[in-house]
């Protein structure tokens, strides 16, 4: 993610919380084999902007897990040193937050497992990948990867986030940092995973919806109108719009995974945020 962008998170969602919840934002960056002047000018974005989080990692998509991984302990690390956190956010760059509703909700979450919070848009019939990008060589435990909450943007409670920072060097790595975390979590116990729909977050979004607490696939001028129409409105479209052809799924867990994710019109429901345990 380059300047400009970060500026622009800088300048929209991320103000919408300023003097309401006590949040802090970090934006994650590997500097290894980076030029002395790319160094520098980091220097002084943090000396001005202290919101970076600057990890001894080469930044490409090949080593997403692994700033995941390094993150994790960074925070494992500063809660063991007196920084306390009820909750991480971790989204993409290219992700609108509403932070208020998101953070407001989260505070309000009950039941004896919402310490051990998993919550986000879930899969558990995605095909391994075996070419591109994402092309995984190593994964040998099924014919699909395991039940995973899509890397748009989900939230962990600080019980999940400091059980992978404090168990990192034992966990293994796969090329795609939201299917590795549902990897990672998937033996945890006493795990509350909640299924939402208000979490617009696989390749492609669904429209502009005010029930969405999280849209990803926006681009900046997208990004810039939904802050001024939270600002102004309290809502993120003033008009609602549905994308064509995009449906949404409730998640079953009574069935297998490969049964889970059934699509229905999005009209057909107001809003999906079924727990499970397990």
Known sequence: MNVDKRQLIRSTWTKLYEQTFIVKHYFVIGDFGLDASIKQQMTEEQTTNKDLLILP???????????????????????????????????????????????????????PNKLNLYWGY?????????????????????????????????????????YIGKNAENLRTFNAEDVSVGFWLAPVDNILRIHDTRFDTEWKSRGCQNQHLIVHHVSSEEMLQYYKNVEEFGQLCPVEVKAKRRSVYIYNWKVSPSQCCKRIEESAISLSIKPVNY
């Open 57 to 111: 990692v080469l930044d490409n998509y090949k080593n997403l897990t692994l700033k995941i991984k390094h993150t994790f302990q960074w925070l494992s690390d500063q809660y063991d040193h007196g920084m306390d956190f009820k909750y991480v956010l971790k989204c993409d760059g290219d992700s609108f937050v509403h932070l208020k509703s998101l953070v407001g909700e989260a505070n309000n979450k009950e039941g």
């Open 122 to 162: 879930f899969y558990g019939n995605a095909r391994i990948f075996t070419k591109g990008k994402w092309k995984e060589t190593d994964w040998i435990f099924s014919d699909r990867y395991l039940p995973y909450a899509l890397g748009g943007g989900y939230l962990l409670s600080k019980n999940l986030v400091t």
